[in-house]
């Protein structure tokens, strides 16, 4: 058998039906992820041929895409209203730890995600930790969140010293599900199987910014076969 057969759709998981995306870029022309209304409509009808349930939209906050809390309400109100499908829409945010973040954390501005609103999706550059990564960590414990820390495995900085910290700290990991299908290249692919296989992820989200972008790593015979297996396990209980 060759290697490229034992690689799997993630579409093929079946862990849409279902499924909670902890993690999207629905929210039309606020950040870098999907433009257009039209699109995201589009792309919120190909979620549900996939079975998804509920959708956190979780536009960027960050010095380069400084949306402001009332903004991003209003433009999820907008797609609220114009989405009549079956899946349940909420709204969180991405939050950059940059400047801009320790002001909104001094004023206490967030727009946090999960069930009992106490937890918030925080990401890092990819390429260096910011100033006082640790503290700022256990500054958003201390006022009361939980931090999730998005794609993980595609920060070039961190291994798995950093990873087991981390845990260690009781933070929260979230797979980028495109990580698996190869969308950040090898060495996030690699560190994401290894993630994943050894029990580091708490939540996934697919991170979706295009609608061509999802339907490609969804449907792509990309995903190793272990980590196949893991995620089906994951999604079982
Ligand atoms: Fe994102």
Known sequence: MSIFSSKKKLVDTNIFSGYTDFHSHFLPGVDDGIQTMEESLKALHYYEILGVQRIWCTPHIMEDMPNTTDHLRSV??????????????????????DNLFQERLKDDDFLP??????????????????????????????K????????????IYMD?????????????????????????????QDKANKLLLDNFYDYTGTDIHRLSQAVKAFSSKSVKNSSYKKLKEMYLK
């Open 76 to 97: 999820f109100d907008e797609l609220s209203r114009e989405y009549t499908g079956k899946i349940e829409l909420r709204l969180a945010s991405e939050n950059m730890l």
């Open 144 to 155: 009361g969140y939980f931090p999730i820390l998005a794609h993980p495995e595609r920060y």
């Open 113 to 142: 995600i999960g069930k009992s609103l106490n937890h918030l999706l925080v990401e890092t550059s990819y390429y260096n930790p910011p100033i006082h990564l640790w503290k700022t960590l256990e500054d958003i414990k201390s």
């Open 160 to 188: 798995m010293g950093d990873y087991k910290r981390l845990k260690d700290m009781g933070i929260k990991l979230q797979l980028d599900l495109m990580s698996l299908s190869g969308n950040y290249g090898k060495e996030a």
